[in-house]
């Protein structure tokens, strides 16, 4: 729900025909990224082993390997050439990055020139990505569990990966197999790949290491992509989508193809509700899609 001028509430529905994300009161440039000055760090691959350190502040030129427990990250900036920007390993937890702004150096990343995850979370504990201007990395933010709100992701960068192949991009990725519960809440999230370099989502929910349970994408504004929106296939359940914005920015129907496939209507848990392209026409997935 978002404020209106009265002091009361509105549905994100009402506030569809926009000029931009930001005039609906969605994430943009504005309201993301550090709120201080930022002092440099030319850190490279940085391995973190500190448990509760908080980097604050930070312009890095690098990227963040976390083997560590209640890490924070605010108010930085992170340039990377490498993988990721920021990387959770296996048995660790409490990762927060805040605030920040994270993007990628185009031709200087290690897949044939391309970068692939500005935050990557390897483990099985949920991680808080919140209030980041995230841009250029192929598939930006990639987890099974974690809670991603009042992000910018946008300007998403093709490229041909070391397979020889366009790389496919996703503003949010997930691959299934997922022991915990990911939140996509109050996000901006645009994939204006073209359809012949590689587009896949704005948000993919693949099944691709098991099944896809327990996300909730609830008052996103979404756009680009093949399909806006993978969500989930056979066997996904617990998946809420419900009052979101689906652009025409890039596409008529958002995504190249359509605005949702591979949506599970009879899954366990699973709703569709009060999700609406930007002039206002209520959706209904196709199921034959």
Request: charged share 15%; hydrophobic share 35%; net charge negative.
């Amino acid at each position: 729900m978002t404020a209106s001028p009265s002091g009361g509430s509105e549905s994100p529905a009402v506030r569809t025909a926009c000029a931009s994300p930001g005039a609906c009161g969605f994430p943009d440039a504005g309201t993301t990224g550090p709120r201080t000055p930022l002092k440099p760090h030319k850190t490279g691959y940085l391995a973190v082993r500190t448990n509760g350190l908080v980097i604050r502040g930070w312009d890095i030129t690098g990227s963040l390997d976390i083997y560590a427990n209640d890490v924070t990250v605010i108010d930085s900036r992170i340039t990377s050439d490498n993988w990721w920007g920021v990387n959770l390993r296996p048995g660790y937890h409490g990762l927060r990055i805040l605030h920040s702004t994270i993007t990628a150096v185009p031709g200087k990343g290690p897949d044939n020139g391309g970068v692939d995850y500005a935050v990557s979370n390897m483990g099985t504990s949920s991680i808080e990505v919140g209030w980041c201007d995230v841009s250029v990395f192929g598939d930006a933010l990639a987890m099974g569990q974690g809670n991603l709100h009042d992000n910018y992701v946008h300007d998403i960068a093709p490229f041909i990966n070391k397979g020889g192949e366009w790389q496919h991009t996703n503003a949010v990725i997930s691959s299934g197999g997922n022991t915990g519960q990911l939140i996509i809440r109050h996000n901006t999230l645009l994939n204006p790949t073209s359809l012949n370099q590689g587009a896949s989502g704005s948000i993919g929910l693949f099944a691709d290491s098991g099944v896809v349970r327990n996300v909730t994408v609830d008052h996103n504004w979404i756009a680009g992509g093949a399909y806006a929106l993978y969500g989930g296939d056979t066997g996904a359940t617990g998946i809420k989508v419900t009052d979101n914005v689906f652009s025409t920015q890039y596409h008529p129907a958002s995504g190249g193809y359509g605005t949702v496939a591979h949506w599970n209507a009879g899954g366990a848990g699973n709703v569709w509700s009060n999700n609406r392209m930007s002039d206002g026409r209520l959706i209904q997935p196709d199921p034959s899609s």
